[in-house]
């Protein structure tokens, strides 16, 4: 089985701007999460996707934004780009086919830079 | 609210000798644990979970971790450190149930040392 895959792999905008990822999940999965890898903050958790509803939500700004399309795929969208957002992005899939034990597996991630 | 400390942001061992990596959680309902590993440029890979069941869990590339309740830990071992094992290691834990949220510990750096 292929794995979590993301596009783009790396990324350089500038302030103001705004960025779209995205995350392929592993096929049969429906479950996307993502997260955000600073070295000052570690890794937080954004925002989560099941069924293309956002199911659970971190602590961050209305900036960042995220959807889910019916074949699973996701996308993370960050708006009006702060030099803060600097960051790797990571997402995750999971089967989330009940019971909670299941994994979560991670792409290799986004590494967005801004300028 | 939960959280995961791992003691020691950076452990240095020589090759062959144990690896101890050191993990505590603070949770108010029955956790599950996880550890991951990192690699430079890379994503996370998961080395070995526990959710139910037996306490020591065996994972990948020789790993194991035990969950010891009285301590609310998780901290992980491996009997003989390989050069390949270099990489950042992260603690996490989850609710359970339908809540998917990870929430992480800042990271281990290991350095294998010939």
């Known amino acids: 089985k292929a794995g979590v895959t993301q596009t783009p792999r790396y990324l350089i905008k500038t302030r103001g701007q705004q960025v779209t990822l995205s995350c392929s999940p592993i096929s049969g999965h429906r479950s996307v999460s993502w997260y955000q890898q600073t070295p000052g903050q570690g890794l937080q958790f954004l925002f989560e996707?099941?069924?293309?509803?956002?199911?659970n939500k971190g602590n961050f700004p209305g900036r960042f934004s995220g959807r889910q399309f019916s074949n699973s795929r996701s996308e993370m969208n960050v708006s009006t780009l702060e030099l803060g957002d600097s960051a790797l992005y990571l997402c995750?899939?999971?089967?989330?086919?009940?019971?909670?034990?299941?994994?979560?597996?991670f792409g290799p991630g986004t590494r967005l830079t801004v300028l | 609210a939960q959280s995961v400390t791992q003691l020691g942001s950076h452990v240095s061992v020589s090759e062959g000798a144990l690896v101890l990596l050191r993990c505590n959680y603070s949770?108010?309902?029955?956790?599950?644990l996880f550890w991951y590993v990192q690699y430079p440029n890379q994503g996370l890979q998961l080395l070995l979970k526990?959710?139910?069941?037996?306490?020591l869990v065996k994972g990948i590339n020789g790993f194991e971790a035990e969950f010891k309740k009285s301590e609310t830990s998780f901290h992980l071992t491996k009997p003989s450190a390989h050069m390949s094992d270099a990489a950042e290691y992260f603690c996490?834990?989850?609710?359970?149930?339908?809540?998917?949220?990870?929430?992480f510990g800042k990271g281990t750096l290991l350095t294998v040392n010939p």
């Open positions: 996707y099941f069924s293309e509803t956002q199911r």
């Open positions: 995750a899939s999971s089967l989330a086919g009940g019971g909670g034990t299941d994994t979560q597996y």
């Open positions: 526990y959710t139910t069941g037996a306490t």
């Open positions: 949770s108010s309902v029955p956790p599950y």
């Open positions: 996490a834990h989850r609710r359970g149930g339908s809540n998917y949220k990870l929430t």
